[in-house]
């Protein structure tokens, strides 16, 4: 590494921050974490030869902080910054700022962030350099009657976008003219949010496309190549959620056309450095220009594998001004890489907070790889993206690949922090997926056409079943003194049948247990379940369920029992972990996850009608409007805008309009 280098400044967190150093320690540099106060004793803060705190949780006042964060890195020595992705990375003015203050930018120049900063100003480059590009609006400052008129030639669906930033925030599809205005005011909400910008763009939004990128890489003396494509189609909110290199079924043709097209946008904006030019592809070939990241991508370890080059070191060689090397990469095998999140899947993916209290992560080998920027006791806030870590794994072919990343699924055990673990599991294992090629809007048609699919639907009643009878037997376990209440046999004068409460979610479960010849008879509800060969370990339980052995492992955290199937985990309560059985009004309108209140649109004695925006509440970058569940006036509002609130509170109750006598 050119002394150019030496102290490494990481101006981000998380996995992506740890990922950095692991490179930076190995080419013998020297770096500086920053961190909020939320994440005072995260990963990235020990892992740093040195670590500053820079402000309270609030994005704002800490890891967008750039006087603060630039105060730091003089104060520190550091001779570069690496933004990582999200956050600074693709802001323009603090790539400036860096080279005012002389540091060296891990990333392209500020002009190059500039001119892709803007997506509207990006697809009119883009247009003018040859590139393909779909019809839409620049710049949408506001919605007036020409605008209107403009958007119904172009013809709907349409997609808003936010000028800045990226990860699909702030992101709206409207199918019709009556969405428009408050998609917009939602989408310019989060933009505002999420990038401290709140400009928006529209364009013709493509029903069923695929999302393909090129990954290219530009040096400073003017050499520009691309590193392949990645399929990154399988998404929810315009949030990716796996993605794989090569892309399935593409032709070499299409797979040279997209290339060479990726690279000519990189050239005409001057590009240096690793960036990804992002296209959509319809089902007749066509392809367009969508965006350009002016950044290391998330999903960039499965170029890695691939291609076996550690980007990010090429990173810092290219900003340093070494030439990238005059050999193509040559393309090995396949990757696909799962992201996991802090997410509810099974409630249409809300974001989800809380303290992770056990962490298992499945071993690393040279098949598969983990990217975490987390730890057993870590609080996962309201205030960061929802994104815990990646599991990347590699084959030699994509069937491969796929069966090593639902191996390395399997072995994450995650308790206390609900995640889209089991959800990826079962994707994995669709039909649909193991063709692949689906297109983006593969979940929200499944949720729209069959809403009782198996892969929204959560664990199957047989595994919930096991999970229930393994809780009852571990509670007879624990609070039996007497060795043949835990380890049931034929006996002339059998026990009374043992009955469980429990909870799976909030509905309860009534487990009775009844003593056999062998072991023990269960019911739950209308199910009857033979049980034998019981055997306790330390976090294990072993048994056969009506002949079929069960191995769950388990953790106990209080009254909350978390069990790891292999693909499923369930959690299992005991009654008064949730307190007292007082009904909720049909009126209330509850939290549907915890974070912060951004907008409450009425006031106390508001006639609403069905449907109505009521409240906006943002959590992990992301923003959720809550609607009038019926017609009505509005009768308290428990707490202002700016506030946060935890799951399952009362934001503000409703009164139903009186019925007609008649």
Not at 110 to 137: D, H, N
Request: charged share 20%; aromatic share 6%.
């Amino acid at each position: 590494m050119s002394r150019l280098l030496q102290k490494l400044l990481i101006a981000n967190r998380g996995e992506i921050a740890v990922r950095i150093m692991r490179t930076a320690h190995r080419l013998g540099m020297h770096t500086i974490a920053i961190y909020s106060t939320a994440d005072r004793d995260a990963p990235h803060v020990r892992l740093a030869s040195e670590s500053h705190l820079i402000g309270d949780p609030a994005p704002a006042l800490s890891y967008l902080n750039v006087e603060r964060l630039l105060e730091i890195a003089a104060t520190c020595g550091a001779d570069a910054i690496h933004p990582g992705y999200g956050f600074l990375a693709e802001n323009a003015d603090f790539a400036s700022r860096c080279a005012d203050q002389g540091l060296v930018f891990v990333g392209p120049p500020a002009e190059a962030i500039a001119q892709m900063g803007g997506k509207g100003q990006a697809r009119a480059l883009m247009s003018a350099a040859g590139v393909p590009t779909l019809p839409g609006i620049d710049v949408l400052s506001g919605i007036t009657d020409d605008t209107r008129e403009e958007l119904r030639r172009i013809g709907y669906p349409l997609l808003l976008k936010p000028e800045a930033g990226g990860g699909g925030k702030g992101m709206k599809i409207v199918h019709d003219e009556g969405e428009l205005a408050g998609h917009f005011d939602a989408g310019q909400r989060e933009a505002a949010s999420a990038f401290g910008n709140s400009a928006m763009m529209v364009e013709k939004y493509l029903l069923a496309p695929r999302h393909i990128e090129i990954q290219v890489f530009a040096d400073q003396v003017g050499n520009c190549i691309h590193l392949g494509e990645r399929d990154c189609s399988l998404q929810r909110r315009h949030q990716k959620i796996i993605e794989e290199s090569p892309a399935p079924h593409l032709t070499p043709a299409l797979r040279e056309a997209m290339g060479l097209a990726a690279v000519t946008a990189a050239r005409a904006i001057g590009y240096v450095n690793a960036g990804t030019v992002e296209f959509l592809l319809d089902a007749d070939g066509g392809f367009y220009f969508m965006e350009m990241n002016t950044r290391l991508q998330v999903e960039h370890p499965v170029t890695e594998f691939v291609t076996g080059l550690d980007l990010v070191e090429w990173q810092l060689r290219v900003a340093a001004g070494e030439p990238l090397p005059d050999a193509p990469a040559a393309v090995d095998g396949h990757a696909v890489e799962a992201r996991i999140y802090a997410e509810d899947t099974y409630n249409d993916f809300l974001p989800a907070a809380g303290r992770i209290n056990y962490l298992r992560l499945p071993a690393a080998s040279t098949r598969l790889r983990v990217d975490s920027g987390v730890q057993e006791g870590e609080q996962v806030g309201v205030y960061y993206d929802p994104m815990l870590m990646k599991i990347i794994a590699h084959g030699d072919t994509r069937d491969a690949a796929l069966a090593q990343l639902a191996q390395g699924l399997a072995g994450l055990h995650l308790a206390g922090v609900h995640s889209n673990r089991d959800f990826l599991i079962a994707m994995l294992a669709t039909p649909a997926f193991a063709a692949g090629g689906i297109a983006t809007n593969y979940l929200d048609r499944l949720a729209a056409d069959e809403p009782e699919s198996t892969l929204l639907a959560g664990a199957p009643a047989t595994v919930q079943a096991s999970a229930l009878i393994a809780v009852a037997l571990m509670l007879l376990e624990t609070n039996s003194a007497d060795p043949w209440d835990v380890l049931p046999g034929f006996r002339l004068n059998q026990p009374d049948k043992v009955q469980q409460t429990l909870h799976i979610g909030v509905a309860e479960r009534s487990v009775v247990l009844t003593p056999a010849r062998y072991g023990w008879t269960a019911r739950i509800d209308d199910g009857r379940y033979e049980i034998a060969d019981i055997t306790f370990s330390d976090d294990h339980l072993t048994f056969t369920l009506d002949q079929v052995a069960q191995s769950p492992a388990c953790v106990r955290v209080d009254d909350v029992f978390t069990m790891f199937f292999p693909d499923a985990t369930i959690e299992v309560t005991l009654p008064n972990h949730f307190g007292s059985d007082a009904e909720v009004d049909e009126g209330s309108l509850m939290a549907p996850m915890a974070g912060r209140i951004t907008s409450i649109m009425v006031a106390i004695g508001d006639d609403v009608k069905k449907g109505q925006p009521l409240v906006a509440i943002e959590a992990m970058k992301m923003e959720h409007t809550l609607t009038a569940p019926h017609g009505g006036t509005v009768e308290s509002i428990a707490f202002a805008e700016s506030d946060l609130v935890d799951e399952g509170i009362e934001i503000l109750t409703l009164a139903a309009p009186a019925e007609s006598e008649t």
